[in-house]
């Protein structure tokens, strides 16, 4: 588990203020959409998507990415969780030339990534214009040749089998299809391409959905949903088999952020545009509560994030191959005979 001491407050986060001229974005081919629902489309697909459950409010999430960049601060969780998720690009032996950063912390990933994973041509994706001209007016290093992309996970605007290495940090758990977007990134990607992402988990803001239950017990005399839902650690695993990658891998880290009081957590979800995206959403206060049961000695209030990290590979011949069921050698029972009575 992982403590980050800094304290938010609605005034402690240091603004970064760019003024580099705006570069010239490139132009990308579509390729054909999968979702787990239809199966591969384009805009006929994309115009049957109503139909589908809506968990999350896609419209108003952009709008959240949008007003993300008033705040536009240096936040010392997100760029933990981006630096622990490039950090695994060093254990890998081979380079991207070519990456895809799929929205959610484009800002950290993007000033963070420096010279890891070998990448040479980078597209960085939104679903936010806004976020996406934030992102490339931003001073960074000219060595990766960058291109900018506004689009959507759901529908992923990417040829088949055209990039190496697809980053995600803290953006596909907003997504309504996630096993389909999964399988888009993999599909993306080229043979023995990497998938990397970043998504919270369900234990994250325990303490919140904890008071969020309580108040509206008191107040209405019920439950509905207060905070989104998100996935287990155990879906994970599922989710990296279902889309079809291979040698997958799944592991856990506990950040607890402290606060001054409850109202600044809210309102650094807020700048993190990590605000609740229901469509059944409402407007019932916690803070009080909040503050009454999980305040600390100190007087600031912890608030827990789980994050799930997910690697997957793209199949290839050159990636290890279980054997032929019926294959082995050596039989089970003569090893337990041979080492079962040791201790």
Same mark, same amino acid.
Not at 6 to 15: E, H, Q, T, W
């Given at each position: 588990m992982r403590r980050i001491n800094?304290?938010?407050?609605?005034?402690?986060?240091?603004?970064r203020v760019f003024e580099k001229p705006a570069k010239q974005s490139h132009a990308f081919l579509a390729?054909?959409?999968f979702s787990t629902e239809g199966g591969y489309g384009g805009e006929s697909q994309q115009n049957s998507s109503s139909s589908r459950v809506k968990i999350f409010d896609r419209e108003l999430k952009r709008r959240d990415r949008a007003a993300w960049l #008033?705040?536009?601060?240096?936040?010392?969780?997100?760029?933990? &969780?981006?630096?622990? +998720?490039? =950090? @695994?690009?060093?254990?890998? !032996?081979?380079?991207?030339? #070519?990456?895809?950063?799929?929205?959610?912390?484009?800002?950290? &990933?993007?000033?963070? +990534?420096? =010279? @890891?994973?070998?990448?040479? !041509?980078?597209?960085?994706m939104d679903t936010s214009?806004?976020?996406i001209k934030s992102c490339r007016d931003a001073q960074d290093d000219n060595s990766i040749d960058t291109s900018y992309l506004v689009g959507d996970e759901e529908f992923l605007p990417i040829k088949e089998s055209?990039?190496?290495?697809?980053?995600?940090?803290?953006?596909?758990?907003?997504?309504?299809?996630?096993?389909?977007?999964m399988i888009q990134c993999k599909l993306a990607l080229k043979p023995d391409g990497l998938f990397l992402a970043a998504i919270l988990g369900g234990e994250t803001l325990k303490e919140l959905?904890?008071?969020?239950?309580?108040?509206?017990?008191?107040?209405?005399?019920g439950i509905s949903p207060r905070l989104s839902p998100l996935a287990q650690v155990r879906d994970a695993g599922n989710l990296l088999t279902r889309a079809g990658f291979s040698l997958?891998?799944?592991?856990?880290?506990?950040?607890?952020?402290?606060?001054?009081?409850?109202?600044?957590?809210?309102?650094?979800?807020?700048?993190?545009?990590e605000t609740n995206a229901l469509l059944q959403r409402n407007k019932a206060t916690t803070a009080a509560i909040y503050d009454s049961m999980f305040a600390t000695e100190d007087g600031t209030i912890p608030a827990t994030f789980q994050v799930i990290y997910m690697t997957g590979w793209k199949e290839h011949s050159s990636h290890p191959q279980a054997?032929?069921?019926?294959?082995?050698?050596?039989?089970?029972?003569?090893?337990?005979?041979?080492f079962g009575g040791q201790s």
């Open positions: 800094s304290l938010y407050g609605r005034n402690g986060i240091l603004k390729s054909r959409s #008033s705040r536009n601060k240096n936040d010392t969780f997100v760029d933990a &969780v981006a630096e622990n +998720l490039l =950090d @695994r690009l060093e254990d890998c !032996k081979k380079s991207f030339p #070519s990456a895809l950063c799929l929205g959610g912390s484009l800002g950290p &990933v993007k000033r963070l +990534l420096r =010279d @890891r994973g070998g990448i040479e !041509k980078l597209i960085m214009h806004d976020m055209s990039v190496d290495l697809i980053i995600s940090s803290l953006g596909l758990h907003w997504t309504n299809d996630l096993p389909g977007s959905r904890i008071a969020c239950t309580l108040a509206h017990m008191e107040r209405e005399g997958p891998g799944v592991d856990v880290d506990e950040y607890v952020v402290k606060y001054k009081s409850a109202l600044d957590l809210i309102e650094h979800l807020r700048a993190m545009g054997k032929r069921r019926g294959s082995a050698t050596v039989s089970f029972t003569d090893i337990h005979k041979q």
